[in-house]
């Protein structure tokens, strides 16, 4: 199949790309490389089945070019800043919902009839079912970049039933793993490489979250694909489980053998729009039979050790 992926260099999209290269299929990858890395691509570059276009999707006029005899376009990049979203409030507008009809009017004009979304388990709110089925009723949005996020789906939702486009989307938690760029476990070792006597947590430590390693993701993304056939689509991914940031930075300060004093900057938010408690529903999914292999621990400190053996992402 020719494939089209949207932030190719990203941290999930890298790793997508690795897999449907093994898998056989012909990928053209898109990136910026605002965020994505070129270092994270030197697997694919010595596929012949691999093509890398550079290009802002937001400025772009040739994605009806690029996605010429495409069959199913996979869509990851946005901007994923969650907690500055209200330093520059057009951002997670322009390059996360804009880009999204872009694409959509680019497969229109194609006759492309697939397309998979990376959307946000972020978009719940403050939910009060907890899990949080698909069909939960959807609350007040506490960031610009779920609100984002949630605009996208219900495009993509109405380019469905408007034109027969093939749509899933997922909803994931936060991904952990390999070329793991951002997020709370490179800022707390960021933090300890620069001062290991003392570690600033945002909020009081008691936000629960749910965690999925990068593997997992992404072979809940293949399964959907090829078991879930309605016209739209849409899943939850996560682990059956959730923690506490206080169970995380004890694991990783555990792994390091320091014993730093902790700062808290109070509050139930680790900052404006952070939801304090995220864990999702995923019986959908796994009634395709899917189940995550890694728990949340294990993904924590499998994490931290990639980000041990690579100092050069931290900067």
Sequence with gaps: ???????????????????????????????????????????????????????????????????????????????????????????????????????????????????????????????????????????????????????????????????????????????????YSHGHVYDFYKKLIENPKELEVLGNGKQRKSYLHVKDCISGVKLALEKSNDLINIFNLGTDDYCEVNDSIKWILNDLNIDPKINYTGGERGWVGDNPFIYLDTKKIRNLGWSADMGIKDSIISTLDYLKNNHWLIK
């Excluded at 772009?60 to 376009?73: A, G, Q, R, T, V």
């Excluded at 997670?92 to 694409?103: A, E, F, P, R, S």
């Design 1 to 179: 199949m020719k494939i089209a992926i949207t932030g190719c260099a990203g941290f999930i999209g890298s790793n997508f790309l690795d897999e449907l290269i093994l898998d056989g299929h012909e990928v053209i990858g898109i990136d910026n490389f605002s965020t994505g890395r070129k270092n994270f691509l030197e697997n694919s570059f010595s596929s012949k089945n691999f093509k890398l276009i550079e290009e802002d999707l937001f400025t772009s006029n040739s994605l009806p070019e690029i996605f010429k005899s495409c069959e199913l376009i996979i869509h990851l990049s946005a901007n994923a800043d969650v907690r500055f979203g209200l330093e520059n409030t057009s951002k997670d507008l322009n390059q996360n919902t804009i880009v999204t009809y872009k694409i959509l009017e680019a497969m229109k004009e194609n006759g492309i009839k697939k397309i998979a979304f990376s959307s946000t388990g972020s978009v719940y709110g403050d939910s009060k079912i907890i899990p949080t089925p698909e069909d939960t009723n959807f609350p007040i949005q506490t960031s610009l970049y779920a609100a984002s996020k949630l605009a996208a789906e219900g495009l993509i939702s109405s380019y469905s039933n408007g034109f027969e486009i093939q749509s899933w989307i997922f909803r994931f938690v936060s991904i952990l793993g390999p070329r």
